[in-house]
């Protein structure tokens, strides 16, 4: 269970299993290092934002007033090369006039792609930073930038959620979906979303003919999650720990198939969400091997999702037991499947 808690939690995850580089980092600068945590766990709450909102239906037509449906579903983003990897500018990371150091890779390029939290640099990648020690004179800190999950085995976002239908009347649905809370020593996590589903073919005379059904959908999802620091990352200080907040909205057209047994569904939608992420608590930071500062809650930072995303899916149907997989196509792919239990 653990291990699937760090997946979810990727950015808090990848991280904090490199805990040195955040002391190395924030050395560097707490601008320098919120720059470059910006650009490297973006990727990765992107293609989560993308991971939680597959398989929120699995057909356009709304059950009738009473019908319910109760629904186990894994989804996954799949995480292409592009995703991987941003391009470091050296130049970003010496602009701003007040610090008192320079910063540079060793190699001495100016810029190169670096693993975000879903690649992985093989070999290593370092940076140099150098600054004027009062006593010791021209000092300089090698850092090797993290690496992400990156292996070949790691392309893949998961979420699963347990989801719950009901149908109301005037071809209405309500949905909710939820991760049953997990907290353990190091990583707490919950996330739980809601939706509406409104069949506009219900509103037809010639409804119970109509081969297809077409129907609209809006839901939210949310994601709370943190991964304490305090007792991995080996940096004096308090409280250390880094806390997510996931919101999103998808707004979905859908048409399905009406048959018997097999049917097909797809659709056209929209994504557009906003991924928080928090370094808090208190770190003593070294500065030269006689002086170190204490540094506070030192950054936040943020990505955003506005994609628009096509469904293709299909749903068998055998009594109260239902089976259905489907793919999305966006800026991450995703694909789902469901076992799902219910009365019409």
């Not at 291990?3 to 808090?12: A, P, T, V």
């Not at 720990?241 to 048409?255: M, S």
């Amino acid at each position: 269970m653990r291990k699937i808690c760090l997946l979810i939690l990727l950015c808090l995850a990848t991280i904090s299993s490199r805990a040195q580089d955040i002391d190395a980092l924030l050395a560097a600068g707490v601008k320098n290092a919120e720059r470059f945590a910006n650009d490297y766990l973006a990727p990765g709450t992107n293609g989560l934002m993308h991971s939680m909102n597959a398989n929120w239906f699995n057909t356009a037509d709304v059950k009738p007033l009473g019908g319910f449906e109760i629904s186990i579903i894994a989804n996954a983003a799949a995480v292409k090369d592009e995703h991987k990897s941003f391009l470091m500018n050296i130049a970003d990371y010496n602009s701003d006039p007040d610090q008192d150091f320079t910063v540079e890779f060793a190699d001495g390029v100016a810029s190169k792609k670096v693993a975000s939290a879903l690649g992985e640099n093989n070999p290593d990648i370092d940076i140099i930073v150098r600054y004027e020690d009062e006593i010791l004179g021209e000092q300089e800190e090698r850092i090797t930038l993290p690496s992400g999950i990156g292996s070949a085995s790691a392309n893949l976002l998961p979420t699963a959620f347990i989801q719950g239908a009901l149908g109301l009347s005037k071809g209405i649905e309500i949905k909710a979906r939820f991760v049953p809370k997990i907290d353990t020593e190091d990583v707490a996590l919950s996330m739980y979303g809601a939706g509406l589903q409104v069949e506009f073919t219900k509103w037809l005379p010639a409804d119970k003919v109509l081969p297809v059904a077409v129907s609209g959908l809006v839901a939210y999802t949310h994601l709370d999650g943190s991964y304490d620091l305090t007792d991995s990352s080996g940096i004096n200080g308090d409280n250390q720990r880094l806390e997510n907040g996931t919101n999103t909205w998808l707004f979905q057209l859908i048409a399905s198939t009406k048959l018997p047994v097999i049917n097909f569904y797809g659709g056209i939608g929209y994504i557009k969400g906003k991924s928080e992420s928090d370094l808090l608590g208190t770190y003593i930071v070294s500065d030269g091997p006689l002086f170190s500062q204490t540094i506070t809650d030192p950054f936040s930072v943020s990505s955003e999702v506005s994609s628009v995303r096509g469904t293709l899916g299909t749903k068998l149907k055998l009594g109260f037991f239902r089976l259905n997989a489907e793919y999305h196509l966006s800026e991450f792919n995703a694909f789902s499947v469901g076992i799902n239990f219910g009365f019409r």
